[in-house]
């Protein structure tokens, strides 16, 4: 069975320093692995995603993630933080279904980003 | 394209009471999923369907959750007899089969008194 392991339920760093939250999973078929942003009260909203191609993915506002098979991670990273970074992330891993299309999510437990002016 | 939308956003109930939340997905969009999220936990996924049919269900789904997706277009998810432990959000998502990413809806909360 496949799991996300998000490391650190809430991060803090102040404007301008760099982001970096943690994601490890497991999958026993190379997955598609998510990080999705959360604001309060709202739904979810794609970050980023790999799927089997660069292993540096760049996604919007910024971030960034890199996939390592070797350590089975999936970290997020921003060189600089903003006030407006400030949300609830998550981690998430699809796997294949029936060798084909790619199905449900698993999510970690979330991290919540915190920004200090 | 006007994304995922879901009614209601919020919903109050007595326990013992059914509710049922309804969930327009991305026009085409031919894959839909609920997912539940409690306070301070990442999203649980409950069930999903490609048009109409439902291909795949958790075992979270006890029988008192029941989820349509009649003409392959909108869903509904309906909880009998609420609990206190169903308060939640309620996500819905929706893909097509041919990719990979899931768009979500803002969600509905649920709280059962």
């Known amino acids: 069975a496949q799991s996300v392991t998000q490391l650190g339920s809430h991060v803090s760093v102040s404007e301008g320093a760099l982001v970096l939250l943690r994601c490890n999973y497991s999958s026993s078929v190379p997955p598609y692995l998510f990080w999705y942003v959360q604001y309060p009260n709202q739904g979810l909203q794609l970050l980023l995603k790999?799927?089997?191609?660069?292993?540096l993915v760049k996604g919007i506002n910024g971030f960034e993630a890199e996939f390592k098979k070797s350590e089975t991670s999936f970290h997020l990273t921003k060189p600089s933080a903003h006030m407006s970074d400030a949300a609830e992330y998550f981690c998430?891993?699809?796997?294949?279904?029936?060798?084909?299309?790619?199905?449900?999510?698993?999510f970690g437990q979330g991290t919540i980003l915190t920004v200090h002016p | 394209d006007t994304g995922v939308s879901q009614n209601p956003r919020h919903k109050i109930t007595k326990r013992g009471q059914n509710v049922t939340f309804r969930c327009d997905p991305i026009s085409e969009h031919n894959r839909l999923y609920w997912y539940r999220q409690t306070l301070g936990q990442g999203p649980e996924f409950l069930t999903y369907?490609?048009?109409?049919?439902?291909?795949?269900k958790s075992r979270l789904l006890s029988d008192r959750f029941s989820a349509e997706r009649p003409k392959g277009s909108f869903s509904t998810l309906e909880i009998q007899r609420t609990e206190q432990g169903d308060s939640a959000m309620y996500l819905c998502?929706?893909?097509?089969?041919?990719?990979?990413?899931?768009?979500f809806g803002p969600g509905t909360r649920l709280t059962v008194l």
């Open positions: 998430a891993v699809s796997d294949p279904v029936g060798g084909t299309s790619y199905g449900k999510l698993t």
């Open positions: 369907f490609q048009n109409e049919a439902q291909l795949e």
């Open positions: 790999y799927t089997s191609a660069a292993t």
């Open positions: 998502a929706s893909s097509l089969v041919s990719a990979d990413t899931q768009y």
